[in-house]
């Protein structure tokens, strides 16, 4: 072989396995149907085949928006609280996954279908908390389109990439209404997951939930910065969350409830002007009420108290760039 053979052997290489990628990367583009019309009514979702067969009959190619959105909450919501099956975690998953949604940039998502949308994440608040928190390994292996739902618990969970669950949380959350609905799930979940940490809990078993709480939240905060601006918007968002039924009761009697109610409590007493500083300090106002009523030590509180600051404002500072 020549020196100048042999310099060229390694530029062909490289635009062999520069065509692998390439081919590879198409293969994807059409599995997705990049190459369809991402700006069709309610967002082409009525039209992709993915949808109309995991979704069901009820969805017609042309259908009304809003009637779509019906049709998709009702194909995908649980027969009693927290219990999926797995064609109802497929059905969401090939929703998110749909060409005009999740994977679209600047992705605005049609006006009727925004509440639906979020009325169908908050009946998946675990897997919604977990892929806002980003820190379950099993959420970061099973994202992929032709990735099955899986069984956990007695039910089942379904993973998309971050780049399309972001896009659609942000684009949904235009809406305030529909935004209320993903914060109060998101709120009653952090609730949750606190009153179920044993009382002699240590360690990570007791910094972890609610710094985890508080990385959510965050993540929450940061996608819709740019719409917390707006003083109507954070004025329809409190309005939507302090209108839901709550029970206050003591924390001893049910703590989650308590932990809930304690914090809407504090929402409806904000001046308006506050009310984005109050939304962003969600995971560290919890925490503290949690703390408060499990009597931690002081210098113990305060030390998770800062962690927990700092976990929400990461957060917020990641999904907000």
Not at 217 to 242: E, F, Q, S
Request: net charge neutral.
């Amino acid at each position: 072989m020549t020196e100048k053979t042999a310099r060229r052997t390694v530029p062909v290489k490289v635009w062999s396995l520069l065509a692998v990628c390439l081919a590879l990367l198409g293969g994807l583009v059409a599995w997705l149907g990049f190459e369809r019309d991402t700006a069709a009514p309610c967002n082409g979702l009525a039209e992709d085949e993915r949808v109309r067969t995991s979704v069901g009959a009820d969805v017609q190619a042309g259908m009304n928006c809003a009637a779509l959105g019906r049709a998709i909450v009702k194909a995908t919501a649980a027969s009693e609280p927290g219990k999926h099956s797995q064609a109802q975690a497929r059905a969401v998953k090939d929703v998110l996954y749909s060409p005009g949604l999740g994977y679209t940039k600047n992705l605005r998502i049609d006006p009727a279908l925004r509440v639906p949308l979020a009325t169908v994440l908050a009946d998946y608040t675990v897997d919604t908390h977990e892929m806002l928190a980003g820190l379950d390994s099993q959420y970061v292996m099973k994202w992929a389109p032709t990735d099955d739902p899986w069984e956990s618990s007695g039910t089942y969970h379904l993973a998309v990439s971050s780049l399309v669950f972001r896009n659609v949380v942000r684009a949904v959350s235009e809406d305030p209404q529909a935004y209320a609905i993903l914060r109060l799930a998101e709120t009653r979940y952090a609730a949750q997951q606190l009153a179920a940490v044993p009382g002699d809990a240590t360690g990570a078993a007791f910094s972890l939930p609610p710094t985890e709480n508080a990385r959510a939240l965050g993540i929450l905060d940061g996608l819709t910065d740019k719409y917390a601006r707006d003083r109507a918007w954070r004025t329809a968002v409190r309005d939507g969350l302090l209108r839901q039924p709550t029970t206050q009761g003591s924390y001893q009697e049910n703590p989650a409830a308590n932990l809930t109610a304690t914090w809407l409590q504090g929402l409806r007493n904000t001046p308006e002007a506050e009310l984005a500083d109050r939304l962003r300090t969600q995971g560290v106002d919890i925490a503290r009420t949690w703390t408060q009523a499990r009597n931690t030590a002081e210098s113990t509180r305060q030390d998770l108290l800062a962690e927990v600051d700092r976990s929400a404002l990461s957060a917020y500072r990641e999904a907000k760039s």
